[in-house]
């Protein structure tokens, strides 16, 4: 037998194309191209302008707010009608000063300007309600000798605040007595048409120099009208029960910087401005000055001149 012969192989034909590369797929949310390295900086540069512009808005807040302390207080003014004034007191005008707080930063350049800001709107009486300083009279006697120079027909009167028990009571009490301010350690004076009463601060207890309500208040003719100077707002509710008709107070600063409003909310009755207890109605003033640092955010210090209206007018 013959062998089979091997099958011809096919005759060679062009060479193979290589295959075609699938179509590309666009990325997504369009054409623009995806996240690259550049992203980790472009983020970083967003975030340090925002903390810059946070940082230069919050020095422009504290930077008004200084400029608002040293600058001085505004003037305020408020109407508070009494039952008792009698007829010929109506438009009586009282200015209220409080917490001055006197130190190394408001000296006496800022004294200066709190009495002449008094002065100029020529009040019947002047009433100083506590918290004049944060030091002692050798230190700051100098900055507080302008209100020697306060001038109203029924004089200028002082109490005390807390701040004054932390810097020595007694010895500010007598130098202000010396510049011609009268202080009301507890006691009360007459005036032409109401009565004037003063009380210690709630911080003299500890030095038995406490506020005592009866000896400022007792035995005196309830048919006259009572205004009462006590540097704490908490001081008004002893007052409602002696039958005050007016209470002047500070210490609350109206908060000074947020959040010392709520926190002044908390320990005060009132924050700021004129509430009624009862019969009795209380104002308190934001102060003139700054405890700690010398700013106010939202609460701008104001010296308010309280004018009395009688309803029998």
Not at 200 to 222: F, H, K, M, S, V
Not at 247 to 255: V, Y
Not at 281 to 296: D, E, F, I, M
């Amino acid at each position: 037998r013959e062998p089979v012969p091997a099958a011809a192989a096919p005759p060679p034909g062009p060479p193979a194309e290589p295959a075609a590369a699938p179509p590309a797929v666009p990325p997504a949310g369009g054409d623009r191209p995806a996240a690259g390295p550049s992203d980790p900086s472009r983020r970083l540069l967003v975030a340090r302008g925002v903390a810059v512009a946070a940082g230069a808005t919050a020095a422009a807040v504290v930077g008004n707010g200084a400029y608002g302390v040293l600058r001085g207080p505004r003037l305020k003014h408020v109407t508070v009608p009494l039952a008792k004034l009698p007829r010929q007191a109506h438009g009586y005008r009282i200015a209220v000063v409080s917490d001055i707080h006197l130190g190394p930063i408001l000296g006496r350049a800022h004294t200066q300007r709190i009495v002449d800001t008094i002065n100029g709107v020529q009040p019947d009486l002047i009433t100083i309600v506590g918290d004049l300083v944060d030091g002692t009279v050798a230190d700051l006697g100098p900055a507080a000798e302008p209100l020697a120079r306060l001038r109203a027909r029924d004089g200028a009167y002082f109490v005390t605040g807390n701040h004054e028990y932390f810097s020595g009571a007694a010895p500010w009490v007598e130098f202000v007595r010396e510049l011609g301010v009268h202080p009301l350690e507890n006691a009360r004076t007459e005036l032409a048409h109401f009565d004037l009463a003063g009380v210690n601060d709630i911080a003299g207890t500890a030095e038995g120099q406490g506020p005592d309500y009866d000896r400022a208040l007792g035995d005196r003719d309830t048919r006259r009208a009572a205004v009462l100077m006590a540097h704490q707002p908490v001081a008004v509710h002893e007052a409602v029960r002696r039958g005050v008709d007016l209470q002047l107070s500070g210490h609350t600063h109206g908060g000074q910087l947020w959040p010392g409003n709520y926190l002044a909310a908390l320990a005060n009755p009132t924050v700021a401005g004129l509430e009624r207890y009862g019969d009795t109605q209380l104002y308190v003033t934001r102060g003139a000055g700054a405890w700690g640092p010398p700013v106010r955010v939202g609460a701008p210090s104001d010296i308010t001149v309280v004018t009395l209206a009688s309803r029998q007018a």
